[in-house]
């Protein structure tokens, strides 16, 4: 199952905005959005993205 994590960078430290237990060699990808794509404050940009794209096969083909 593909899934969406809500991270934060703060002091160049990827911070996880929910508990997650990832499994050994478990394969990432992460996605930088530009400063200002989120004009919300930190506490609320959580689930701004959920529902957004279902699959990396959607978020592939919207690049």
Known sequence: MIKAIEAVC???????LDPVVF???????ILRFPK???????????????????SVDELIVTQ
């Open 36 to 54: 200002g794509i989120f004009p919300l404050a930190p506490q609320r940009i959580r689930g701004a993205m959920k529902g957004m794209l279902s």
């Open 23 to 29: 499994e050994e060699a478990e394969t990432l990808v």
């Open 10 to 16: 703060i002091n160049g430290t990827i911070r996880l």
